[in-house]
């Protein structure tokens, strides 16, 4: 397929693959911080990149990189990468840092699906975050599903909700459908990020995903870092007092978090103010525009 992959390749005992794509469910850049902080601490090694990026970015919106190498020019290119992390006494891993594709998606996936089947790999897994109509004074959630053995209580104990989102997707999820067909377990874990909040990097987004993850495959206690976040989420908290209208929002925003079933406090939902709806509009037509 169109990976190069390294020789020989490191033998790994049926793998999860975890996976992040990049722009799409990438929002706060949560997926970007929870997959290099996986591949740090893990000591992941590289074993695979697309041979030739270009056939699949466009270099005008995904931008080469110059930057000076021992007094030389050296130029990065945008590009995917594989790395693999084999584990005593843990579950082996492959880490997939995926840019998404401007052309050719069909061969882009059909190429993930090709590395996928080779390193027999028994889990795919989809991680990410999305913008939602959820408070950042109250805990993230985390959507999505996971199936084969022993899901429902993996899902119970990682405190992920069944997703029930409609709409549109990534060509990505062809890989998915693939690994389905051929009886590979598959999963997802979005958390959900205030959309009122557009933080370049969500280190509370980041801990709360980790958090999942580390139940799901004993990851490190050191991973999830909750200090960062709390303070992003802090200093808007305070910035509240100075935006009338965005703290009724937000106050508007907690009664619907904490009337869901899921959160107990009431059987019904409360639904959103006119006026938060529309907020929230403006809030997606602003984010469309950048």
Known sequence: ?????????????????????????????????????????????????????????????YRPV?????????????????????????????????????AFGEDFAQGVTEVLRSMQVKRYSLIGSMYDAVPHTRPLMVTGSVQGPESEQQVK????EESTYEGPTTIMYIANRFAVEHQM????????????????????????????LSVLYSLPDNLVDHKKGKAQYDEITQALDSNPRLKEVVKQLERHYDSKPSQEPTPEETP????????????????SST
Not at 3 to 17: I, K, N, R, S, V
Not at 157 to 160: C, E, G, Q
Not at 272 to 287: G, H, N, S
């Open 1 to 61: 397929g169109p990976f190069e992959m390294t020789d020989p390749l490191p033998q790994l005992d049926e793998p999860h693959a975890l996976v992040m794509l990049r722009p799409w469910v990438d929002v706060g850049n949560v997926g970007t911080i929870v997959m290099s902080r996986l591949e740090r601490h893990l000591d992941a090694v590289e074993i695979g990149k697309l041979a030739r990026p270009g056939n699949f970015y466009d270099f005008t919106r």
């Open 185 to 212: 377990e598959t999963a997802s874990m979005i958390v959900h990020l205030p959309q009122y909040v557009q933080l370049e990097e969500d280190y509370s987004g980041a801990a709360r995903l980790l958090e999942s």
């Open 157 to 160: 104990a990682a405190k992920v």
């Open 66 to 102: 110059i930057s000076m190498q021992e007094g030389i020019r050296d130029v990065t290119i945008p590009n995917s990468f594989i790395h693999a992390c084999k584990r005593d006494g843990a579950r082996d891993l492959m880490l997939f840092h995926l840019l998404e594709p401007h």
């Open 272 to 287: 959103l103010a006119p006026e938060v709806e529309r907020f929230l509009k403006e809030l997606d037509e602003d984010f």
